[in-house]
């Protein structure tokens, strides 16, 4: 079976699979541009809303009558959304209170939604729970605020997500979206398609909303497949599925390969799912077999043969586009019993392996932030406020927090009884304690470390011990984590310190910054401006969100760097001490802020041994020396700072 | 983006419910929508789960030995195999607490719509409908996400069958609300608090079905399943609903008779040992282990409880009760855990 090379014929083609699935599915897009995402929900559903070509359904459908189906509605699930907004919302209107089906809840008669998630890692808790109780379940259920609702779900769910982030999340999340799309070089081809699409198309992006619907214009529409007279699966087929999805956990996995599989056989109009398909299918979703080296998506395209027969399922009226051709490399099946292959040169293959596939949380060091799916405990700062987003609402203990539209809500299921009782006017709100509604917030973190790393100093000593105590201290308190590092061989710029965020300390790009190669130049002043203004952000000074920030600033306080050159991304004429003369100044400024700790880790040396406890006098820091590797008690043997953290 | 501007009205109410599944076909479960297909496998088209079955399978013959827990990887078909058991067992899928359930519908409330216009009618809660249930079973997919706060509000029912109302101006005490607790969770998701975990008479580690035979089968067979469905008179659907009758005959002849069933000599004493062997608090461990081989026996047809049966039930009557229990995470079962449960009911200890 001919593999797909166009970006967009792939992602269509799974798309049309994926319209044919029996239930519930969900689909990720690796490295998708967030704002292409509702082009794709829009294409997905007008394909979920064409009618089977020569296919009618007797005695739903009168006869004149268009063969169009109800558009599936397309939603948003932003992170702000709440529980209440998934499942049951409440409209005030001026005949009263009512009461709407959630965002989720699929009602008789409606055609099942297409829901877009536009970043799964900062997706909301409500939502990644709900993607949860809801995908690929042969049942959900909602049960708040007095109803009480059952479904089958039958909504797709299309999710951006960037590849780097994707192990971080966790796997039992991931798994309810078994369908991956490699995205990369699907942005570059939409954006296109979408100047295209445009009447006398210029090069400049224009206002995004005429952008959408060009490119929804400008997208082809595939034939439907139904799920009536399906292949059936020929045994060699599902020998194939297995072979290809042995070693991943459940069968989730297996089975979306064979559903695939399956559709793209209806597609061809093939009577039997033959390994062939399963090929195919494994092929769009970047699984590799297991004795070939994978090809992920190339930079380039790929070389391409004499043209081959259109398949069944290609575009065929693109006018901007080649005609779809057959790669090189055609797809091998493991059963199969061809001649043999000599293997592939090795050398340019690119990354193999589960972070190059379309499953990165496969891959051996994949560190999935732990219980991210869990309802957020009730965590308070000492200041006894909580500032996380709204979750939901509980029966109130106290005057805090409260949540006006959710009380009066409750209170107003009562007004009637209540003015009976109380023989009050007609129009009278009464209002009672037990009405009082609290917010459900999810808890913020109540510690921050803001971690400096100065990679150029490292080279001869270890780290580990040193900043162990404090990488413990955060990994225990579940902190919040900024790192700010510079001096680094692979730094974007040598002049500038780079600045990250992560929910917490198991963030792989934590434990990438600790194990960095050294670099030269040396912009503490900047470092210490980033690290100042991450500490003013914790603190958020007069509100208290934070009760403890701890600064660990690693550095032997020789920045070579003034702020100004870092700013302008000049490299300064002359320096002597202007760059360690710019991180004090800042590093006073740090010094002046309430509830932080802070601490210099330095080398032992004796070039300007006497720099890191000016910086540490400036902070207000603890200074705490690191001996050279062998001189002391330190006999870490990573090259990196992490080498044993 | 807009959606239809109504009040809900799929399924709201058990009354509706009721209705519906009326209307809906033999082998339909309640509560679904008929689509006049089949949605739910069959529970004998399920391939392996054997440790879940049986705990299911026991659980339903006999009560008392309280509830059951799944735990596994993801992907590994415990909430199917639940929901098809129910719908095997009851016809019906179980009463079901779904994550983002509010407390009001979890201890039952008022009828809200009625409310509004000014009428009084109390509505249920999720624990008195899985209490007056055909199965009476209240499964908690994804258990170990459930809200603290739900969770102390069924452990105190589980534990007393009392559940006294006190709330949005209603007062009441209801008596005898029991209901096997089921619950499937992801331990990669974090455990249970040891409080809950305690609730579970029994735990079925659910795993990967680890040979491509089986896997092979059970590709095969869901699609196969989801091919057939949708022909009106599919033999291979007939079939597996036919067998899915013979085992709930046979199960039901097993409750009824359960009661009847003895324990061979020194059974009873040799339970009490393995308690002691493996350092159980209290008494609840024997008295699972004991209740679960006697209904394992009768769902073989047997007249007495023999060591066979403890030994085979000794793995989910008591791997989670083992150790100190204060964290809620439990060792897994090893195979010196089984010669250790052989040693004592074979007389080779030490």
């Given amino acids: 079976m001919p593999a797909l090379v166009d970006p967009v014929d792939r992602a269509l083609t799974v798309l049309a699979c994926v319209a044919a699935q029996p239930r519930s599915t969900g689909v990720v897009f690796l490295d998708l541009d967030p704002e292409l995402l509702p082009a794709l929900g829009d294409w997905l559903a007008a394909h979920l809303s064409q009618a089977e070509p020569g296919a009618g359904e007797p005695g739903v459908r009168e006869p004149g009558v268009g063969d169009e189906r109800p558009t599936p509605a397309v939603r948003a699930l932003g992170s702000w959304l709440s529980e209440d907004d998934l499942w049951l919302r409440t409209l005030l209107s001026r005949d009263g209170l ?60 299309l999710a951006a997500l960037r590849r780097s982030e994707a192990s971080r999340l966790s796997p039992h999340l ?37 952008e959408r619907a060009a490119l929804g214009a400008a997208l082809p529409r595939l034939d439907r497949t139904e799920g009536r007279n399906l292949p059936v699966l020929a045994p060699e087929a599902a020998r194939q599925v297995v072979a290809l999805t042995t070693r991943t956990p459940g069968l989730r996995r297996s089975l979306t390969l064979a559903r695939l599989a399956r559709a793209l056989a209806a597609r061809a109009h093939d009577a039997e799912v033959e390994p062939r398909h399963v090929d195919a299918a494994a092929e769009l979703l970047g699984i590799a077999a297991p004795h070939r080296r994978d090809d992920p998506e190339p930079s380039e395209p790929p070389a391409l043969p004499p043209p081959a027969p259109a398949p069944a399922f290609s575009r065929t009226d693109r006018s901007d586009s080649a005609p779809p051709q057959e790669p090189v490399a055609t797809p091998v099946t493991v059963a199969g019993s061809g001649p043999a292959r000599p293997m592939d040169p090795v050398e340019t293959a690119g990354p193999a392996g589960p972070a190059a596939s379309g499953y990165p949380e496969d891959a051996p060091d994949a560190l999935p932030q732990l219980a991210s799916l869990r309802p957020p405990g009730h965590r308070r700062t000492s200041s006894r406020r909580l500032h996380g987003c709204p979750l939901g609402t509980v029966r109130a203990r106290d005057v805090h927090d409260l949540a006006l539209v959710a009380s009066l809500v409750e209170a107003a299921r009562f007004q009637t009884v209540r003015r009976r009782e109380t023989d009050s006017a007609p129009g009278t709100l009464i209002v009672r304690p037990e009405d ?203 090259s990196g700072i992490g080498g044993g953290a | 983006m807009t959606t239809e ?32 297909e089949r949605r739910m496998l069959p529970y004998s088209l399920i391939v392996g789960q054997e440790e879940l079955r049986t705990a299911l399978e026991i659980a339903y013959v006999s009560p008392g030995v309280g509830g059951v827990l799944a735990t596994g990887q993801r992907g590994t078909a415990k909430t199917t195999t639940v929901r098809a058991f129910t719908t095997m067992a009851v016809s019906e899928f179980p009463v079901t607490l779904p994550i983002g359930a509010t407390d009001d519908r979890v201890l ?61 101006h209603h007062s009441e005490d209801l008596r005898n609300v029991e209901f096997t607790l089921v619950g499937t969770m992801n331990p990669d998701e974090g455990g249970l608090r040891p409080q809950l975990l305690d609730r579970f008479g029994l735990v079925a580690t659910v795993e ?124 897994a079962w090893t195979d010196q855990d089984d010669e250790r449960v052989r040693a004592v009911l074979d007389d080779r200890t030490d």
């Fill in chain 2, 108 to 168: 039952g409330g008022w009828e809200i719509p009625e409310l509004m216009h000014g009428k009084s009618t109390r509505a249920e809660g999720l624990l008195e409908r899985a209490a007056r249930s055909a199965s009476r079973m209240l499964y908690v997919d994804e258990i170990n996400l459930l809200d603290d706060y739900l969770v102390n509000i069924i452990l105190d029912v589980a534990s007393t069958g009392v559940l006294p109302l006190e709330r949005d």
């Fill in chain 1, 98 to 157: 009512r009461l709407l089906p959630g965002l989720l809840v699929e009602e008789p008669g409606t055609p099942p939604p297409v829901l877009l998630v536009p970043d799964l890692c900062r997706a909301g808790p409500a939502v990644v729970r709900a993607a949860l109780a809801v995908l690929d379940a042969d049942a959900a259920s909602a049960e708040r605020h007095g109803h009480s609702m059952l479904w089958r779900p039958g909504g797709h769910w």
């Fill in chain 1, 436 to 638: 009082l509604r609290q917010y459900r917030r999810k808890a913020e973190p109540a510690q921050a470390l803001v971690l400096v790393l100065d990679h150029s100093c490292h080279d001869d000593v270890d780290w580990a011990p040193a900043l162990a105590p404090h990488l413990r201290w955060a990994y225990e308190t579940n902190a919040a984590v900024s790192v700010v590092e510079f001096g680094h061989a692979g730094a974007a710029s040598e002049l500038c310190a780079e600045r990250f965020r992560a929910a917490s300390l198991l963030d792989p790009e934590v434990v990438q910054a600790l194990q960095r190669t050294p670099g030269r130049a040396s912009p503490l002043a900047h470092a210490v401006d980033l690290a100042a203004h991450e500490v003013r952000r914790f603190l958020r000074r007069g509100r208290g969100v934070v009760d403890e920030t701890v600064l660990v600033v690693v550095t032997d306080g020789r920045g070579n760097v003034p702020l100004d050159a870092s700013l302008r991304g000049r490299v300064p004429s002359r320096v002597r001490r202007e760059g360690l003369d710019d991180a004090l100044r800042i590093a006073g400024t740090i010094r002046a802020l309430g509830r932080v700790r802070t601490y210099v880790v330095a080398p032992e040396t004796d070039q300007y041994p006497e720099l890191p406890g000016e910086l540490a006098d400036a902070l207000g820091a603890r200074q705490e020396v690191v001996p050279e590797r062998g001189a002391g008690t330190g006999t870490g043997s990573g």
């Fill in chain 2, 208 to 331: 990967s079905e680890a040979t491509d035979e089986q896997r092979q089968r059970i590709v095969e067979t869901v699609l196969r399943f989801e091919a057939e469905r949708e022909a009106p008179a599919s033999e291979f659907i007939a079939e597996a609903l036919r067998r899915d009758g013979e085992r709930k005959a046979t199960l039901d002849t097993a409750r009824e008779r359960v009661a009847t069933v003895r324990y061979d000599t020194d059974v009873v004493a040799r339970c009490a040992r393995l308690a002691q062997d493996f350092a159980l608090a209290g008494h609840r461990g024997e008295l699972v282990l004991m209740r679960a081989a006697r209904a394992l026996a009768a769902i073989e047809g047997a007249e007495r409880v023999s060591r066979d049966h403890v030994r085979r039930v000794a793995k989910p009557a008591l791997v989670h009760r083992r150790g100190r229990g204060d964290t809620g995470t439990f060792a």
């Fill in chain 2, 5 to 36: 501007d109504r009040t809900p009205d799929a399924g709201e109410k058990p009354k509706a419910e009721e209705a519906k599944a009326q209307e809906a076909e033999a082998e339909e479960p309640k509560g679904e929508r008929h689509q006049g």
């Fill in chain 1, 174 to 210: 991931l798994d309810r979206f078994p369908v991956r799309m490699d995205a990369a070089r699907l942005n570059g081809e939409l954006w296109r398609l979408a100047g295209a699409g445009r009447a006398g198309g210029s090069p400049a992006r224009p206002d995004e909303w005429t």
